[in-house]
T-cell receptor, first 108, second 113 residues
């Protein structure tokens, strides 16, 4: 079965970088990797996605391992507003399979 | 953006429920997810151009449809306590066989008593 795994929780100090890991060992060559984050009482919000090479946008960077079996979401300077549950999601064919999520706490 | 109604719903076991979703303008694909408390979203259905494209591991009590304006409904019959969850709708644009990023609604919180 398609599966992604993530640490349950992580903690960061404000204005420091955060590296959120995800393992997706069953990924195939054409499956995209997406990251979403979810605040309390809201639906997931898109953060970033990629296929093979590293990606950057205004919110974050995505580093994808060469064998594509893992990826890391990088928040360059964590702010209090970045406190959320971060989900790694792999688009297997037409269906998104979400990981269990990592709860990120940001300390002032 | 994606809107869902109602925002909250309380039902009793055995009842039926219909949840509604309006897709983001220009999107032709809608997906439904069930999110239990403390867990990640679990895929239920995907519809593309009004046709069912994918179905997750859900019992036949769950059904859905997509309308010509790309809005969608999720129906659940004979509700069980275990159906209590946040039900999320997400829309996306499929272009040339490649599905783009999903945009989620705020969800409908269903409580079954």
């Amino acid at each position: 079965d398609a599966k992604t795994t993530q640490p349950n929780s992580m903690e960061s100090n404000e204005e420091e970088p955060v590296h959120l890991p995800c393992n997706h060992s069953t990924i195939s060559g054409t499956d995209y990797i997406h990251w979403y984050r979810q605040l309390p009482s809201q639906g997931p919000e898109y953060v970033i996605h990629g296929l093979t090479s590293n990606v950057n946008n205004r919110m974050a960077s995505l580093a994808i391992a060469e064998d594509r079996k893992s990826s890391t979401l990088i928040l360059h300077r964590a702010t209090l507003r970045d406190a959320a549950v971060y989900y790694c999601s792999v688009l297997y064919g037409q269906n998104f399979v979400f990981g269990p999520g990592t709860r990120l706490s940001v300390l002032p | 953006g994606v809107t869902q109604s109602p925002t909250h719903l309380i039902k009793t076991r055995g009842q039926q429920v219909t949840l509604r979703c309006s897709s983001q303008s220009g999107h032709n694909t809608v997906s439904w997810y069930q999110q239990a408390l403390g867990q990640g979203p679990q895929f239920i259905f995907q519809y593309y151009e009004k046709e069912e494209r994918g179905r997750g591991n859900v019992p036949d009590r769950f059904s859905a449809r997509q309308f010509p304006n790309y809005s969608s409904e999720l129906n659940v019959n004979a509700l069980l306590l275990g159906d209590s969850a946040l039900y999320l709708c997400a829309s996306s644009l499929e272009d040339w066989g490649r599905q783009e990023t999903q945009y989620f609604g705020p969800g409908t919180r269903l409580l079954v008593l």
